[in-house]
C-alpha cells in the first residue's frame, strides 16, 4: 500500500469533537514527561528545526518547543483544523511563536529534508502500513536528522487485584483497534517498523503506574471508552447501553475502592535512530 493510502481523515476511530479534543489535552498528565524524556534521549536540542507529524492538540510540539528554544522551530502537521485550532491557541498562552501549524496528510508532505528531527506520538498505529510510512519519510529526510516515535502497548494494562469492569472497558478499546486493522501493540512493534524503515533505533519503555484513589486514571479510561463508543456499536462489539458509558466512570472507581489495586496503565515506547 502506497503512503498515499495510508492516513485519511476517516481511519482515527475517536474523530475530532471538543469533548475528544478535549480528551487529548487531558492525555499530557500521563505522558508528556515520558515524551519528553525520548526526545531529550533522541537528541532534540537548542535551534534545531523540528516537525511534528500528527500534532493534534499540540502536546508534542509544546514538548519540542521547550527543548529547541526559541532559537530553534517547530512545525505541526495534522488532518484535523479544529485540533490544530486548538493547537495554536495553547501554543500561543504558552508564548511559543517558534511553532507554527499546518493541515495535510503526511503522503501529501514534501519538506521533510527541511527539519532536524522528525517525530510523533500515537500516529503510526492510525497507518495502514507504519513501516512504508516510515521508508517514505526516511527517504525525503535529511542525512543525520533524528527520527523519533512513541507508542503505546494497549495489552500491557493491568491491575494488581480482579477487576472485571477495568479489564473489559480495555478489551473494548483493544477490540476496536484490531478489527480496523490497527496494532493495539504497536509500542513492541516500533523495532520491527524502525528496521523496515532501514534505520537502527534505540527503544525505552516508561508505564503509568497508579491507584484507587487517582482519579484522573479512571477519568482517562472512561473518556478513552466514550471517544470510541460510535465504533463499538458500530462494529458489534456492544451496544451503548451496555457500555453505559455516562456511569462509567463511576463505576470503576467504586470497583476498585477498597481493593488496594494498583493500576499499571498503557506501557509507553520510544524509539529513535538517526537517518
Known amino acids: 500500500m502506497t503512503t498515499a493510502q495510508n492516513l485519511k481523515a476517516t481511519d482515527y476511530a475517536p474523530g475530532d469533537s471538543e469533548r475528544e479534543l478535549a480528551r487529548l489535552e487531558r492525555q499530557a498528565i500521563f505522558f508528556s514527561g515520558m515524551t519528553r524524556d525520548v526526545l531529550t534521549r533522541a537528541g532534540l536540542t537548542s535551534g534545531m528545526r523540528v516537525l511534528d507529524l500528527g500534532c493534534g492538540v499540540g502536546d508534542v510540539s509544546l514538548v519540542a518547543a521547550d527543548l529547541v528554544g526559541p532559537g530553534g522551530s517547530v512545525l505541526g502537521l495534522d488532518l484535523s483544523p479544529a485540533a490544530l485550532e486548538v493547537a495554536a491557541r495553547r501554543l500561543a498562552a504558552a508564548g511559543h511563536s517558534q511553532v507554527a501549524f499546518r493541515q495535510g496528510m503526511i503522503d501529501a508532505f514534501d519538506e521533510f529534508g527541511d527539519f532536524d528531527a522528525i517525530i510523533g506520538r500515537f500516529i503510526l498505529v492510525h497507518l495502514h502500513d507504519p513501516a512504508e ?65 532501514g534505520l537502527d533505533p534505540a527503544l525505552c519503555a516508561f508505564q503509568h503506574v497508579g491507584s484507587f484513589e487517582e482519579d484522573a486514571g479512571f477519568d482517562f479510561l472512561a473518556e478513552s471508552v466514550r471517544s470510541m463508543v460510535p465504533a463499538i456499536e458500530k462494529l458489534g462489539i456492544a451496544t451503548a447501553a451496555e457500555v453505559d458509558i455516562e456511569t462509567l466512570k463511576d463505576r470503576l472507581i467504586a470497583e476498585a475502592q477498597g481493593s488496594d489495586a494498583c493500576i499499571f496503565y498503557p506501557r509507553f515506547v520510544g524509539a529513535w535512530a538517526q537517518t
Not at 142 to 163: H, N, Q, V, W, Y
Not at 167 to 187: A, L
Open 133 to 197: 510510512t516510515l521508508r517514505h519519510i526516511v527517504s525525503k529526510a535529511k542525512k543525520g536528522a533524528a527520527i523519533a516515535f512513541c507508542e503505546l502497548d494497549l495489552g500491557m494494562t493491568a491491575t494488581t487485584r480482579p477487576s472485571p469492569l477495568f479489564d473489559h472497558s480495555v478489551q473494548q478499546i483493544i477490540e476496536v483497534f484490531k478489527r480496523t486493522g490497527r496494532q493495539p501493540e504497536m509500542g513492541s512493534e516500533l523495532f520491527a517498523t524502525f528496521r523496515a524503515a
